[in-house]
């Protein structure tokens, strides 16, 4: 085929600047065997917002002709790559350029390869990647989300990294040399070009196969005609619903029905009810009014809304009361409460679990912050023993 | 015979248009009124504050810091619900051209005069339309009353159409600077309880931005949004038309004036050629065409009343009527096609498909208030005259009245 296209998912401003060097460079190394090629965000995604999923994508073809026809579209319809840069956008992406979730793969070709970082391993990813009805292949990169910043650019190796296996799902886009100096050029010296060389040669992909993932109907939104608009650029305002769930009493504040926000969550509050003095602050504190009261006056987070940011638990002053947890380690959006409710000795087994599995430590009480002043990607569990490069420093 | 209007009326004042204006709004019982001074709009303000003064209208009357928070205080009272009126003149509308593009496009009924003048660069007073046509493509409607008795029309109607629910745009009445906003004129006012009858309240149902109608508007929309918002301003400005005709027809029963609810046709029945024009215009034109009357030249003139809803049909039915028809600009479109006015290029394009086109010839006159002569007038009619009689087209425009 004479034009590839990829596309970048990736984290609203922690991530762009690592979006852009990944799909730059791709592009310029294909430049650098006389092949041609552009790189372009997802237009609507601009104004970005912090962690909020947002697309870049490239095209490389083979001449200016080809290019055309390509050209000028906000996004592919298909691509042959596609590199998603954290592993928790495997369950889905709503970004503000579209309405509805957007599959991982919702434009992989089919026959086409996923690449995700994670430190989790094929199994872990593929049962939150939504099942479709042609097959894929999967590639991980490993390591951690690479939190790598907008303006202050903490290189972690981790652009570096996903080219090589870019190269590895596509290596007709062009020779290893070639990018070994687009990447020289573009990103940095001998370490990066060894981490590259060291992700091509490692990077494994294993087939998925149609039927295989998650199978929950991703929500989908109906953009209504023209005649079924509110005239005046009015929409309904959203009330408050007086009662908890199905039960009698509590409150549940009114939400946007078509903008669910939680695939903007890269970790989730999990609560120790047990704990709870019902001191109020995580709800008034949440900035995204997550918290329904329930009638016995606890807080659950609703996992339909929450956003991650991790203020509740950094608010709330019982210890251990709340915990931010990775999002990759769940595979539901259920009530914690009601769980809770049902049976506080599984709950509690539910919590121990969770918690083990991905408490995240060390972080600034908003998405992100932490691993993106302290340059994240190998610190998350990085492991390549073919590669020099061992740490963050080496990247310097 | 007396019309409804003199029987029920308050008698014959002396007003200029912008009193007339001031007394519109009084009478239309308007609920937010800003202002922000600049030449010749600024005498509407003047009047208005006297009413308010005089303890003869309530009002709040708000003083702005700018054009800009003139009419974004406007815009945002008439989401609330209240009946606005405001206005500016020349690059004074222009500092306000955002809160004046999403007037439009929230669909909010406001009514302002433009005291139309030149667009500076050099400082000038006079009147020019360029200011108030640059509002044209956005969904306000543009309403060019040609005398101070006309405003009561004009100013009624506007608030009529712009706050009909089928329509909730926004209206700018033109009026030429001096010629209009400065020039007192013999006026009947109608009175309290005709204006009543006619004007029903301002009712911005479900739109309505109020604590008890929880509604967000203008969110954030891409591209998958646009095109549809914009579908139904077009939808809206196409049914302002139906709406005025409408409209008319009962402002005509309550205040007894009848004429044309888009053109004001002067001896046209059996003309061979007609000048076709907008505002103050007419006067000159009427006089002139009373003279080549009587040298046996049958000139006569198209007036339109309206530019927003543009009077497509009636043009089209009343100028296929004629041989030639001359159009005159006190606008200007540089580098346009032929270098014509704006209103020579939109009636050009209202005709085009008919059978029977007249030949039509542009002329640019009275720019930066320079004053419309008869002699002006006459030359441009026999100019038309001679393309009538020659039927060749003769697509020059033409500038009147300027040295050289
Ligand atoms: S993580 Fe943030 S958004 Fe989610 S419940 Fe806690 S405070 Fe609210
Ligand atoms: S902040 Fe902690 S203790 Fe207070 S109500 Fe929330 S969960 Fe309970």
Redesign the interface.
Known sequence: MSVISFEIVYRGIYQKTLANKISRTLVLAAVKEGKQGISFGRY?DSPERNGIPAKLFGYIADNSEELQAVAAK?EPKQVDVSICVDDTMCKGVES????GLQPITAVTKPGGTLIVTSNYKTDDLVKHIHRRGTPYKLAIVPGGASMAGLWVYKNDGTDARVLGAALKAEPSICSMASLEQAIRENIGGDAHIEAARASFEDTRSDEVKPGQGNTEVPFTFQ????TE???????????GHNNYRDLEGGYEPGRNEVFKKWSTRTMRPVVAFDKCTKCTLCWIACPDTVFDVTPDGYFDANMEACCGCGVCEAICPVSDCITMVNEVVFEDRGSQYLMWKKDAQAYQGYLTDKRKKGKVEKRFPITGLAAAFSGAGLDGGHNLNSAKAKSVKDFK | MATAAQQAGVGVQLLTGSEVMANVVRLADVDVITAYPIRPYDTVMQYVSRFISNGEFDADYIPAESEHGQFEIVKHACACGARVFTGSSGVGWLYAMEPLAVTA????PMVALVGCRALDDPGAFGTEHNDAMLVRDLGWLITFPDAAQEVVELGLLAYRVAEDPKV?LPCAIAMDGAFLTHSQATVRLPSQEQVKKFLPPYNRG??LLHPD?????????????L???R??SSE?AKRAYTVLKDAHKDFCRIFGESTNPFLDEYMTEDADVVLCGLGTLSLPVKVAIREMRKEGKKVGLVRLKWFRPFPTEELRASLSRFKAVGVVDRDYSFGSPFHGGILLNEVKAALYGLDKQPRVKGFVCGLGGREVLLENVKHMADEILAIAKSGKADTQVEWIGVRG
């Open positions: 609507s906000y503000w350029a579209w309405y953009l209504l005609k023209w608009m509110r005239e005046g650029v009015v929409i309904d305002g959203v009330g | 496009g929230l669909r909010l909730f479900d739109m109608n929880p509604i967000t508007i203008a969110p954030q929309a891409n591209e998958d949004w095109m549809e918002v579908r139904q809206a």
